[in-house]
């Protein structure tokens, strides 16, 4: 089903390939969203099941035969999996896989409920009805591609393409958030902390559509609720339990998964 021409010595790409409802494997031809960022996606992917264990090499032109493309494109995935603190790009030697621990994980997303939850407060003395609107719209976004992604784990659509897009739409919210707040160095400390541990691993986690509306729907429905209503006791309560969610999912599956082994 997958990359078959890494090694998978590790149990945790044996489980990957045996993964079910997953949809297109990571190598099959990008469809159209941004070329570079449906590369990088895949290749991520790749990486979180195993089959590039850490220290491992990503050679270029492999990558180009795998995905049909020409090295632009390659190179651009590999620029922005580096700014994700993927991959580490050495001039002259190429791509390796850099991983984080299992404590860096806990610490960032810690640090992140606090920060977040604290924009959520900030924002919601000063939100303003075109944001409210704003963020109405991004949710209305997500749930189509909530729905795409069920029809896709019944082997009808796009998974890179739908993960892709989910990823931009909530990061939209959260950005529509953080312009609302009206800070712009906690904005920045933010997204560099979201750029330590990528957000859209998150999005490979969820085991069910369920828990994806639990996550993503609900919770920012409550969010945006407490943020229309001025209520910034309750969004930042909100907004630090999402987080907080979002970070329990995702240690729940790269534990199953053997990532930290």
């Given amino acids: 089903m997958y990359y078959h021409h890494v090694r998978t010595a590790s149990t945790r790409s044996q489980r990957a390939e045996s993964e079910p409802g997953r949809g297109q494997t990571w190598a099959?031809?990008?469809?159209?969203?941004?070329?570079a960022d449906e590369i990088a996606f895949r290749v991520e992917s790749a990486i979180v099941e195993g089959l590039y264990p850490p220290g491992s090499r990503l050679p270029q032109d492999e990558l180009c035969?795998?995905?049909?493309?020409?090295?632009?494109?390659?190179?651009?995935?590999?620029?922005?999996?580096?700014?994700?603190?993927?991959?580490?790009?050495?001039?002259?030697k190429g791509a390796t896989?850099?991983?984080?621990?299992?404590?860096?994980?806990?610490?960032?997303?810690?640090?992140?409920?606090?920060?977040?939850?604290?924009?959520?407060?900030?924002?919601?003395?000063?939100?303003?009805?075109?944001?409210?609107r704003e963020l109405d719209e991004a949710q209305r976004r997500f749930v189509r591609l909530v729905e795409g992604l069920e029809q896709d784990r019944s082997?009808?659509?796009?998974?890179?393409?739908?993960?892709?897009?989910?990823?931009?739409?909530?990061?939209?919210?959260?950005?529509?958030?953080?312009?609302?707040?009206?800070?712009?160095?906690?904005?920045?400390?933010?997204?560099?902390?979201?750029?330590?541990?990528?957000?859209?691993?998150?999005?490979?986690?969820?085991?069910?559509?369920d828990e994806m509306r639990s996550l993503n729907v609900e919770e920012h429905g409550r969010i945006r609720s407490a943020l229309a209503v001025a209520d910034g006791e309750t969004a930042r309560r909100e907004m630090?339990?999402?987080?907080?969610?979002?970070?329990?999912?995702?240690?729940?599956?790269?534990?199953?998964?053997?990532?930290?082994a």
């Fill in 28 to 35: 099959d031809p990008p469809v159209a969203t941004s070329l």
């Fill in 65 to 92: 035969d795998r995905f049909g493309v020409s090295r632009t494109p390659v190179r651009e995935a590999l620029r922005k999996l580096q700014a994700r603190n993927v991959v580490v790009v050495i001039p002259n």
């Fill in 97 to 132: 896989v850099r991983l984080p621990t299992r404590k860096e994980l806990m610490d960032v997303y810690d640090v992140r409920s606090e920060l977040e939850g604290f924009a959520c407060e900030l924002a919601a003395e000063r939100v303003s009805s075109t944001a409210i």
């Fill in 155 to 209: 082997g009808e659509g796009d998974s890179a393409a739908i993960h892709v897009q989910l990823n931009h739409a909530n990061d939209d919210f959260h950005r529509i958030i953080h312009q609302a707040a009206g800070n712009d160095r906690l904005s920045q400390l933010t997204e560099d902390l979201g750029s330590l541990f990528p957000k859209d691993y998150v999005w490979r986690a969820v085991q069910d559509s």
């Fill in 240 to 260: 630090r339990s999402h987080i907080g969610h979002a970070r329990t999912v995702l240690l729940r599956y790269l534990d199953h998964l053997g990532f930290w």
